[in-house]
C-alpha cells in the first residue's frame, strides 16, 4: 500500500529523519488519519508531506514495522496512541507543492485536496506514480 503522512517539519523534518535513519510515528489524533495509520504494514511505502509555509510532498519513508499499539495491553483497533517505524527511503529530486497536486486533474479524488488537514491517508497506485513523475519535472 501507499501512504502519505504529513507533519511540519518545525516538529520533524524529512531532513531530521534521515539524520536518524528511523523513526516512530506518532502523536496522530484525528479518528479517520488513526483509522488510515492503523493500517499500516511493515514495507508500504510513505510520501513524506511537509505543512507550513512550504505544503509540498519532499520524500518516501518506508513502514519498517506493522502499526502498533503504545499503550500496554490495549487492541490496537480501540487504541488512540498508534505508532509506526519508519525509515528514510529518498528525498524527491524536486518537492512536490499542493499548488501543483492541486491544479492536476489527476488528483480530483485526492484525500490530501479533499480533507487537506487529513495527517495520514492513503495513495492509489496511479497518485503514487503521477507524484513521482512530478518530482522529476
Known sequence: MYWLFKEDPGSYSYEQLQKEGKTAWEGVHNNLALKNLRQVKKGDQVLY??????????????AESDAYSK?????????????????P??????????QSIKSNSKF??????????????????????EILRMSER
Open 108 to 129: 480530483k479524488d485526492f484525500l490530501l485536496v479533499r480533507i487537506s488537514r487529513l495527517s495520514v491517508m492513503p495513495v492509489t497506485k496511479d497518485q503514487w506514480e
Open 49 to 62: 508531506y511537509q505543512t507550513g509555509d512550504d505544503k509540498s510532498v519532499m520524500g518516501i519513508m518506508k
Open 89 to 98: 527511503v529518498k528525498s524527491l529530486k524536486k518537492p512536490v507543492s499542493l
Open 71 to 87: 499503550e500496554k495491553g490495549i487492541d490496537l483497533g480501540s487504541s488512540k496512541e498508534i505508532a509506526v517505524e519508519v525509515v
